[in-house]
């Protein structure tokens, strides 16, 4: 049967050949006489014609080695600013994490690239994903410069990883802010309005930098919620409260405050509700800890608990070495892309980590490196 199956289709298409060059043909059309071209009447040689453009190359998969079921760092940082803490990374610590990232092949994408399965970075380089939680000033800081005019501080971290993208386009300017919503980044200066505040969101979103939810007040999910009613207050009154001001963004992710969510009868809440007529959704919640995220097309994707990497190596209790030991792991286990965000491709080795329903209208590759 697939025989006869393969054969129908070709003996048609031979069928339908012959009816087109074998039919009817109209009155017999006389051959013109030749006529000797007069001296000067030549015609103008045309252009040349346009090569045939060169096949690509194919793809080197012994070079890039791509696998794209591989781990994706999710980067957590707290304070930027003096000295160095259990929760707070300097400014020059900050600036060596940027290069030690870039020098290891890392390109910057956002959490929104991770959940619509969009990354869009060279082949052999890897995704790696900046998240900034409570959204103060050492985030997002103007200052005075000696002429009196306002600035964004050096030291801020949004303007180290601007600087550091004006140095290294390819790394690219990726980041998730998780804000404190009417006033985030607040400053005490005197000088600092509301109108900064604003300037400041705008400017995120202008410079490819997202706005996350981080709650209204901070507080534990667990213990300090008592009703459904005052949990939706504090997931959804923030982006009432950010539609106010850009009224056409809108957050899809949210930070849990102390990496603790609500009592699991309320915990759809997180995903998506309504507070005073403003609907909302998360796509991506983020946890606290503690190691690599799942990407899209593996079978372990948790985008409804995503885990964060602590950005520090500065003890905490018995811990310490959050952030060597996440890179360490992630040399063997990393996602590696293959340059195309319409294809899927990893070692056949990994195959059992795949969700064939992922896939969408991607296109799946496999390979054995060995080969």
Not at 109 to 138: E, Q, R, W
Not at 158 to 176: C, R, S, Y
Not at 224 to 242: A, C, M, T, V, W
Not at 288 to 307: I, W
């Amino acid at each position: 049967m697939k025989i006869k199956s393969f054969i129908l289709p070709v003996i048609l298409l031979v069928l339908l050949v012959a009816c087109a060059t074998t039919g009817p043909k109209g009155p017999a059309q006389k051959e013109p006489d030749s006529v000797p071209a007069l001296p000067g009447s030549e015609p103008e040689p045309g252009p040349e014609p346009e090569p045939e453009p060169a096949a690509e190359p194919p793809f080197d998969f012994a070079l890039y080695k791509p696998n794209e079921l591989g781990e994706i760092p999710v980067l957590m940082y707290h304070n930027i600013r003096e000295p160095e803490a259990v929760w707070t990374r300097t400014p020059d610590n900050f600036r060596a994490d940027l290069q030690r990232f870039y020098d290891l092949g890392y390109r910057l994408v956002s959490l929104t690239d991770v959940v619509t399965n969009n990354i869009n970075i060279p082949a052999g380089t890897s995704p790696l994903v900046l998240t900034f939680d409570d959204g103060s000033a050492g985030h997002f800081r103007l200052i005075k410069n000696e002429k009196g005019e306002i600035i964004v501080d050096p030291d801020c971290a949004v303007q180290i990883i601007l600087d550091f993208a004006g140095k290294h386009p390819e790394m690219g300017t990726a980041a998730t802010f998780f804000a404190h919503l009417p006033h985030p980044f607040a400053q005490a200066d005197s000088w600092y309005t509301g109108e900064h505040r604003t300037w400041k969101l705008e400017k995120l979103v202008e410079w490819g930098m997202e706005i996350g939810n981080h709650t209204l007040n901070h507080l534990n999910l667990r213990r300090d919620i008592k009703s459904p009613q005052q949990l939706l207050e504090q997931l959804g009154k923030p982006h009432r409260l950010l539609a106010e001001i850009l009224p056409a963004y809108k957050m899809n992710s949210l930070s849990l405050p102390y990496g603790i969510g609500p009592l699991d009868e309320w915990k759809d809440y997180l995903y998506s509700g309504e507070y005073q007529s403003t609907a909302y959704r998360h796509d991506a919640v983020v946890l606290v800890g503690s190691g690599p995220a799942k990407p899209y097309n593996h079978k372990d994707y948790s985008p409804a608990a995503m885990p964060r990497i602590r950005a520090s190596n500065y003890p905490d209790g018995g811990e310490s070495n959050f952030l060597d030991r996440a890179l360490e792991r992630l040399a063997k286990t990393r996602y590696i892309s293959d340059g195309d965000p319409d294809t899927v491709t990893f070692p056949e080795s990994a195959l059992e980590s795949f969700n064939i329903e992922s896939l969408g209208g991607k296109k799946l590759r496999c390979y054995r490196p060995e080969e």
